[in-house]
């Protein structure tokens, strides 16, 4: 297929080397155009313009936040719903509020084009794998005409809703509960090593024999580790879903009282300058709290 991706991002990048890889005949486009480099060597042209992207069978977008995906798809005469092709289907993969998906869609609909959302889970590692795990919403037959990508960047497509922004909803709700996987860990491994327990050990009991869960073995890992410089999933990123999640619960109507305390977390976290570290950098300040040092 010929298939566009506007965004080469640590998950764009990811993400459209394993559509080459594929075979797809593949178009990028990065604001940053020295960040093509490594598509391009592996076969992908480069556009010069988001909407030149935006003219095979199926685009992809994978950008920061909602501001960057509403510069480019809003930006006037440049913007990518001025310049989409009819045939070509919209693939919203970047995590952003149910909001603005719902307005992608209408003005998608509005002149007869067409708009998925499929947010990702899975961290650029992840990604390079082709693993990831796509949560799609949208008409049936887009998310099947869509399926060969799907298939090329993720192990599992789960289809939640035929309204786009269900997709969004369902990705700022897995991002919540690995923000209280996070918080939990820390808490749990501050009262441990108050007690003189070994908290690598109790760790390993619980990621493995417990819960055996993927995400409570590599969160785990990394608090257990410190490891937490220069994430390529950052606090930063981690407090926007949290603020995504925060606007849904609101319009929505439902009560996520936990969901208020982590906002308040990673507001912390960023305030002591550790916006640009993984997000499990919190459980630096839960230890600090608790009068330990992990
Ligand atoms: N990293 C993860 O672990 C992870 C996992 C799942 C989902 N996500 C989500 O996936 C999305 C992308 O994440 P990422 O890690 O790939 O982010 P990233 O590495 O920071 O890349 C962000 C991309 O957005 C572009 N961009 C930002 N602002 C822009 C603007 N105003 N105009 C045009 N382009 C703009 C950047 O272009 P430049 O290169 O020019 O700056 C870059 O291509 C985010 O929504 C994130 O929440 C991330």
């Known amino acids: 297929m010929k298939v566009g991706v506007i965004g080469l991002g640590n998950m764009g990048e990811n993400i459209a080397l394993n559509l080459v890889r594929a075979g797809h005949e593949v178009t990028v486009y990065n604001r940053t ?6 598509c391009v060597n592996a076969g992908a042209k480069l556009a ?5 992207a935006a003219q095979g069978d199926v685009f992809l977008t994978m950008l920061s936040n909602d501001s960057a995906v509403e510069s480019l798809v809003f930006g006037g005469a440049d913007g990518i719903i001025s310049r989409q092709a009819k045939q070509a289907i919209h693939v919203s993969m970047s995590t952003i509020s149910p909001a603005l998906s719902k307005r992608i869609n209408d003005q998608s609909v509005e002149k007869g084009l067409s708009y998925l959302s499929a947010p990702v889970l899975g961290r650029p590692d992840v990604a390079q794998r082709g693993e990831l795990i796509v949560m799609a919403a949208g008409k049936p037959e887009l998310i099947e005409k869509c399926t060969p990508i799907f298939q090329a960047i993720g192990k599992k497509l ?8 269900q997709a969004n909803v369902a990705k700022v709700a897995a991002n919540f509960l690995i923000s209280t996987m996070i918080e939990s860990l820390g808490e749990a491994f501050a009262l441990v090593t108050k007690a003189g327990v070994d908290r690598a050990k109790f760790c390993e009991m619980m990621a493995f024999d417990f819960f055996d869960s993927p995400v409570v073995q590599k969160y785990g890992k990394l608090i257990i580790d410190r490891n937490f410089d220069k994430g390529v999933f950052t606090v930063e990123l981690q407090a926007k879903d949290t603020r995504l999640a925060a606007d849904s619960a609101r319009d929505l109507l439902c009560p996520m009282p936990f969901l208020s305390v982590l906002g308040d977390t990673f507001l912390s976290a960023m305030a002591r300058g550790k916006g640009d570290l993984d997000p499990c950098a919190i459980t630096d300040i839960i230890a600090e709290n608790a009068g330990v040092k992990f």
């Open 33 to 38: 155009k020295s960040k093509a480099e490594a």
């Open 48 to 52: 010069q313009t988001p909407g030149d």
């Open 158 to 165: 789960h289809v939640v809703g035929e309204d786009p922004q």
